[in-house]
């Protein structure tokens, strides 16, 4: 997709868009629980909605390497009261869910976008998005949070991941989802390799070409520290930074971050010195 057409989720395409990460989860890899009390999350949603983002989005559940399945009635007692209060303060919440029950009750209560790690293909999912007329981004995962690292293998994982996205988004609109509702995320780090890892982001602009916004989700990831010095998730802002910015520059519509005040700051001197102003 060319940057400057079209919109998503009501949000204009005419730049990168910032998704901030609010992690309501005891477990999460990137943060270790600093926000799974509900008002600290709030105010954390509150304190990166300032910071810039434009998008907030709001888990429940742990999807790191590794992780167990949670029961969506306790995800949903997680995230409810920090997805309704940041819709009542004015932000285009996200709701990062793979269960349908989430999904409607996290609309219902001010989500306008589900950011699925499984690509809507719970029972319902697709049905729930419809329903609520909202956004959704597709993403592909090899596999499940619990075993997706273990060994992961594909013949051509650009071609490969490239296919089964196209085949979800195909089967989201014959559910009733229009296409321009819909964004893709190839999946940085969801059962992949380092070396996946880097095909997919170096293909950024073959997935921007399909016409549909894509999400690309780098920050914090563990493939930074493998081609660093293994630093921790907290110490891996410049390598985020580097990799978002990369894919910025081919294409990518939505970057997912945590530190957005940086990722804002990074993309605004990016943008002066491309446009050469």
């Known amino acids: 997709m060319r940057l400057g057409a079209g919109r998503f989720a009501g949000l204009t395409l005419d730049r990168p868009l910032v998704m901030g990460v609010v992690n309501v989860t005891p477990d999460s890899f990137s943060d270790g629980g600093d926000f799974a009390d509900p008002d600290v999350a709030i105010a954390h949603g509150l304190r990166l909605q300032h910071e810039g983002a434009d998008i907030v989005d709001i888990g429940g559940e742990s999807t790191r390497p590794g992780a167990a399945a949670l029961d969506p009635a306790a995800e949903i007692d997680r995230v409810l ?25 996290a609309l219902a209560a001010g989500a306008a976008i589900v950011n699925d790690v499984t690509a809507l293909r719970d029972t319902g999912a697709i049905d729930a998005v419809r329903d609520a007329g909202a956004s959704a981004v ?30 979800r988004v195909e089967a989201c609109v014959a559910g009733g989802i229009p296409r321009d509702r819909l964004a893709v995320d190839p999946g940085i780090g969801f059962g992949k390799t380092v070396a996946h890892n880097l095909a997919l982001l170096a293909a950024t ?15 914090r990831k563990s493939f930074i520290a493998r ?6 998730p907290k110490d891996r802002l410049p390598g985020s930074l580097a990799a978002a910015l990369f894919a910025a520059a081919r294409g990518a519509a939505i970057l997912r971050v945590h530190d957005v005040a940086a990722t804002r700051q990074a993309l605004a001197v ?8």
């Open 81 to 105: 009261p920090v997805v309704s209060a940041l819709a009542r303060a004015g932000a285009v919440v996200s709701i990062d869910t793979r269960h349908a029950a989430v999904m409607r009750a």
């Open 138 to 167: 597709l993403m592909h995962m090899q596999g499940d949070p619990g075993t997706m690292q273990k060994e992961p293998r594909y013949d051509d994982v650009v071609g490969e991941v490239a296919a089964w996205l196209a085949a």
């Open 205 to 219: 602009e073959r997935f921007a070409a399909t016409g549909l916004p894509v999400l690309i989700g780098v920050s």
């Open 227 to 232: 081609l660093s010095a293994g630093e921790p």
């Open 270 to 277: 990016w943008r002066a010195i491309a446009d050469g102003r």
